[in-house]
């Protein structure tokens, strides 16, 4: 997003839109250019994302195969409910994304707001329920992570590698949220100043594709943790 | 930031012409729409819809899967459910991908990118694996380490203090009984009472243990989860 | 000539170095710049100071190594007569010692309390019977003693060689060349006027900064003794309580979120900002080999931060993963260290590998040999980094997998043969320009050939077994690092030190440091050679009697290396206050860069460059700013086309 020009020529009537009057930085040779660069960009610090959680899903990879026994009994801890209906909340988060993109090209400015603002209310959800309905009763009941374990109904020594699995998995993921819905929250802010229209929509479509991977990562996270038994 | 030159565009050239086309902004990409492609609503809400489906499949194949375990005592193998799970996940990943994320109307260069960095996560998969998951394969000495992952016990480790100066000297393992072990036999001592009296009402004996317990889950079969002096007395600490 | 726009600034037609305004908005400016030039000098000031530093650390532990570490108990005779055993440390020149706390005793033998009476108190019982206890709420006085021992002193060397390895790998040489020389080239060789994300890359640099203070005050809070690879467990049981462990391992996190900014910036910058004119196959070797290298900063750098931050989490809360008591698996973590790490060994010499064929190309002056097969050799280089870290590995992993990582390690040896023999073919009757550059480029070839091959007895599983840990593996990989990477780096600096700089540096100076480097270099590291494969361990503080000979010249060496060092540094900074001034293209360089001004304008270039003729086609092309007296044109045979 660096290379998105901010600059405002002042001269301008008031009544162009802000996104019109957009310029792209001066070092590339025209805005379709900037706005290649910056989508490149985005897709090549997606993948040092998807490396990220890369070396989570090996860990869990080795393992489950290692404790396949712990690992079952770790996951009848999670209630398939509660990361399903965060699944949906991701899901429908990612469609209001994806079409505020498309409410950004064809300049509805109600509606790119209204969509931006239901991606963040659902990104506060889903960390809600991760922490209020999830987290917080197993914390509560030992179930820790590692050395912190103290869950008295235990089955498997190896438990507690479940859980640092778990915690560990889910607590990244959750980063990846906040700092998502705090980059969704810096969209609204400009949008409500008219910055994003159909000729200046850069800002959107690389945060919507970073929302995106969030979503790709919980797709798997899913299953992994709450359904495979 | 940047600095302007103000020589390239004079300024009123920023005013929008007014037959702007809003599918190519710039108007030097006509015919080309890669990176610019503005996909209908009712496509959008078509994915969002099959997503949903495929979350509720692959949730009811994970339930249906332990329906037939507990009511006809039917077992998959292991592989059945995960291949499931994780086929379905790779469908709606794919979804998001190509629709949302708009891969299918991009410049090739994305994807190829995505498939490079697949390409990386598998080699660190596979060689981890072909190392970890294979310990012994030629010198049957190492198979045991895996076997027993490290030395199995779970011990509670606790920081040495120094007697005298009450310092921090070195954390070792205190005691040698099994984490879960310890927690089972004073739960009170580490949990907050009110947090063990739920446990205890959650967990009560109800019924005896009925089937292959790795296959079961709390929400149907609770009696499992019972506390642990139950059903498992008998089992040695640390068993592995 | 200088045109203002809307914000009345002026239009930088000048020298990007030239200050605007007075001295604390010029240190803002420079604090603040987007501009990759300032950016790459910033990165290169800081590199060489760290280098300096992990360099004096070096020295250190080579002093160390002069004799070994004794503790000799003897018998010595007072001034009264009376005799006395005495133990005394030899060959210890480093001991920071280590911090006891012992009680405070009074003068009739009792422990005190911290209110200054005694701990105890005494309890006549009953029946009269005297009982002594510790008064309850006393604490005990104590006082801190440093005591010096022959562990404390060993443990200072952990510390000084950790210090020399984790500086030197997360702060100089991963860094050094792409973030320094090609922070500053990479745009103007493809003729942009700035990398593609200016302000991305001024947060990488701060990263950088914030990255280093970490590890700096690790450092200087007592430093860590884990070897800059942070192998569990022993990185996460010892020390218990020192959380100096975990800033060196935040610190190295943080740095990598550097690496990866600077590598993505260069990929998109290559993709996208090419000067009209300019293909694939006509962009320099160097800017091929930055590609290269900012494709593996990408793809290994993200899995490096997982793996720190699960070490954190081990180290800070004891999860598991990593620890064998709780079943996780300390190999594990090796494999995750490693997935990064061993790329990370390319994105060291591949930027290296690129400044060469520069140097070659340029000082050499003729047509690279075989300029594709160069270009595809740092790719494959690039792609098999990723399936070869288990060579690090083979006494700890099982037989299978050494196996195989054994077989595909040898890949690794047909693109860099390549690369081998393409300078070779390219040196073969060029107009070669023995000046320092040339010589370092020389050296590179000499000293990475040397490290190559002695990179095969390593790979090979059976001879790697007696070679493991040894001194032959430290010797190797300095080859490599050092031989490699860090003379390239200086050759390049002397390279581009007229383009930078705007000032020529004294060509004598310049050639008496490279070869009491290259000497100073060989003495150091060839013996240690013989000390690995007779048996000497590395990481040791001291060694049996028979070793100390080899040592002692290995250190002597060292001196000489640095003794080298310090020239080029006076050199250096001799020539930016004293140096005649440079011209644009002093060596008749045919790339991008060598047709701007020295140094550069702000935006590099008055008109956007069009490229029409590849980087090394000297047999074509008389260089710009050179007339053909200087540089004539080969003579062609009739038949040419």
């Not at chain 2, 109307?105 to 970890?132: N, P, R, V």
């Not at chain 2, 000297?169 to 739960?187: G, I, M, S």
């Not at chain 3, 900063?297 to 997982?306: E, H």
Request: aromatic share 12%; charged share 15%; glycine share 8%.
């Amino acid at each position: 997003m660096s290379a998105i020009s901010t600059h405002s020529a002042t001269e301008t009537t008031a009544k162009t839109p802000r996104w019109a009057r957009t310029r792209h930085a001066h070092h590339f040779r025209s805005h379709e250019e900037e706005f290649d660069a910056c989508k490149l960009g985005m897709w090549l610090f997606l993948t040092t994302e998807v490396l990220l959680f890369a070396g989570i899903f090996v860990a869990y990879a080795i393992f489950r195969a290692k404790y396949p026994e712990a690992f079952s009994k770790g996951s009848h801890h999670l209630d398939w409910r509660w990361g399903g209906l965060n699944t949906v909340i991701l899901l429908i988060s990612s469609f209001t994304i994806a079409y505020s993109i498309r409410n950004a090209q064809t300049n509805n400015q109600v509606w790119l707001r209204r969509n931006l603002l239901i991606t963040l209310i659902c990104g506060g959800l889903f960390l809600a329920i991760k922490f209020i309905f999830e987290y917080g009763p197993k914390w509560a009941e030992g179930k820790r992570p590692g050395n912190l374990f103290l869950y008295p109904g235990a089955e498997n020594p190896h438990e507690p590698i479940w859980w640092s699995i778990y915690y560990s998995a889910t607590g990244i993921h959750a980063s990846h949220v906040v700092i998502g819905m705090a980059l969704i929250f810096w969209l609204y802010i400009r949008s409500l100043k008219g910055t994003y229209g159909p000729k200046h929509y850069t800002g959107v479509e690389v945060v919507g594709l970073y929302w995106h991977l969030v979503d790709l990562i919980w797709i798997f996270l899913f299953p992994l943790l709450y359904l495979i038994h | 930031m940047s600095h302007n030159t103000p020589q390239h565009v004079p300024q009123d050239a920023h005013i929008p012409n007014p037959d702007f086309d809003p599918v190519d902004p710039h108007g030097d990409h006509a015919g080309d729409t890669h990176g610019h492609v503005i996909v209908s609503g009712k496509m959008l809400l078509g994915i969002l819809m099959i997503l949903l489906v495929f979350t509720a499949l692959t949730v009811f194949m994970a339930q249906a899967e332990k329906w037939a375990a507990y009511t006809f005592g039917i077992h998959f193998p292991d592989a059945v459910n995960v291949i499931v799970a994780m086929s379905i996940a790779t469908i709606k990943a794919l979804l998001v991908a190509l629709f949302f994320m708009q891969l299918k109307y991009d410049t090739k260069l994305h994807s190829i990118i995505m498939c490079f960095c697949i390409l990386a996560f598998g080699c660190f998969l596979g060689f981890t694996s072909l190392d970890i998951l294979n310990r012994g394969r030629i010198d049957p000495i190492k198979a045991d380490e895996r076997i027993a992952g490290g030395t199995g016990g779970v011990g509670l480790m606790s920081r040495y203090r120094d007697p005298v100066t009450g310092q921090v000297v070195r954390v070792e393992v205190a005691d040698k009984t099994p984490l879960y072990e310890f927690v089972k036999q004073n739960p009170e001592q580490r949990l907050s009472p009110k947090v063990v009296a739920k446990l205890a009402a959650k967990h009560k004996p109800k019924a005896p243990d009925i089937s292959d317990a790795n296959r079961s889950r709390p929400m149907l079969a609770p009696m499992l989860f019972a506390p642990a002096e139950v059903h498992h007395d008998d089992q040695s600490p640390g068993g592995d | 000539m200088s045109t203002h726009d809307e914000h009345g600034h002026d239009h930088h037609e000048g020298s990007y170095l030239t200050p605007r305004g007075g001295f604390l908005s010029t240190v803002w400016a420079w604090m603040t710049t987007v501009d990759h030039k300032k950016l790459g000098v910033m990165y290169l000031a800081a590199i060489l100071t760290l280098f300096f530093v992990g360099g004096v650390a070096a020295l250190a532990v080579r002093t160390e190594l002069y004799s070994p570490n004794r503790e000799v108990t003897r018998e010595i005779t007072r001034d009264d007569g009376s005799k006395e055993t005495v133990t005394e440390i030899t060959g210890q020149l480093f001991n920071a010692g280590t911090v006891i706390s012992k009680p405070v005793i009074d003068s009739e033998g009792r422990a005190l309390a911290t209110d200054g009476k005694p701990l105890e108190e005494e309890i006549v019982g009953p029946d009269g019977t005297v009982t002594r206890r510790t008064r309850p709420d006393a604490k005990p006085l104590v006082e801190k003693e440093r005591v010096y021992t022959l562990a404390s002193g060993n443990q200072t060397y952990n510390r000084l060689m950790t210090l020399h390895g984790a500086i030197m790998v997360f702060m100089v040489i991963v860094p050094s060349i792409p973030a320094s020389l090609g922070n500053f080239f990479l745009p103007i060789m493809i003729g942009a006027k700035d990398v593609a994300f200016p302000r991305l890359n001024l947060l990488s640099w701060w990263i950088y900064v914030a990255g280093s203070i970490f590890a700096v005050v690790s450092v200087i809070a007592g430093g860590v003794d884990t070897g800059w690879t942070f192998y569990t467990p022993y990185s996460t049981m010892t020390d218990a309580d020192h959380w100096r462990v975990v800033f060196m391992i935040a610190g190295a996190f943080i740095l990598g979120f550097s690496s990866i900014l600077t590598g993505l910036n260069f990929i998109v910058t290559v993709h996208k900002l090419r000067a009209p004119g300019m293909g694939w196959f006509d962009m320099p070797l160097f800017v091929w080999a930055l590609y290269a290298t900012a494709i593996i900063q990408v793809l290994a750098t993200p899995v490096i931060g997982i793996t720190l931050l699960l070490l954190i989490f081990e180290r800070l809360f004891h999860v598991g993963i990593f620890d064998p008591r709780m079943g996780g698996d300390p190999v594990l973590f090796q494999h995750f260290f490693w997935f990064y790490s061993h790329p990370v060994v390319y994105v060291m010499i591949i930027p290296g590998m690129g400044i060469a064929s520069e140097l070659i190309g340029v000082h050499a002056h003729k047509k690279l040999f075989g300029y594709r097969s160069m270009a595809y050799a740092v790719l494959g280089i690039a792609a098999v980094s990723f399936i070869v870290w288990g060579h690090h590995m083979f006494t700890a992993q099982g037989e299978l997998a050494a196996a195989v990582f054994s077989a595909v390690t040898f890949l690794v040896a047909i693109p860099t043969a390549v690369k081998m023999f393409n300078w070779i073919g390219t040196l073969y009757k060029g107009s070669i320009q023995l000046n320092t550059p040339m010589l370092y480029a020389l050296s590179f070839l000499f000293l990475f050939a040397i490290g190559g091959l002695t990179g095969l007895p390593l790979a090979t599983l059976s001879t790697d077994m007696h070679l493991h840990d040894s001194y032959f593996v430290v010797a190797h990989f300095h080859y490599v690092m050092m031989g490699g990477t860090i003379i390239a780096f200086i050759g390049g600096i002397h390279h581009w030190w007229p383009k930078m700089f705007g000032r020529m540096y004294n060509e004598k100076v310049g050639i008496l440091g490279c070869l009491l480097v290259f000497v100073g270099f060989n003495v150091t590291f060839f013996t240690q050679f013989f000390l690995g494969t007779r048996g000497m361990p590395r990481r040791y503080a001291s060694y049996v009697d028979e070793f100390q000979l080899l040592h002692q010249i290995s250190t002597i060496g060292s001196y000489i290396l640095a003794i080298g060092m310090l020239v080029h540094l006076l050199n250096f900074v001799y020539s930016l206050f004293n140096g005649p001034k440079a011209p644009p293209n002093p060596w008749g360089g045919l790339t991008l860069e060598w047709t701007t001004e020295s140094p550069p304008i702000e935006h590099n270039f008055h008109h956007e460059p069009l490229v029409t003729h590849g980087p090394y086609d000297f047999d074509d092309v008389v260089p710009p700013h050179r007339s053909p007296e200087e540089f004539p044109l080969p003579e062609k045979p009739a038949d040419a086309h």
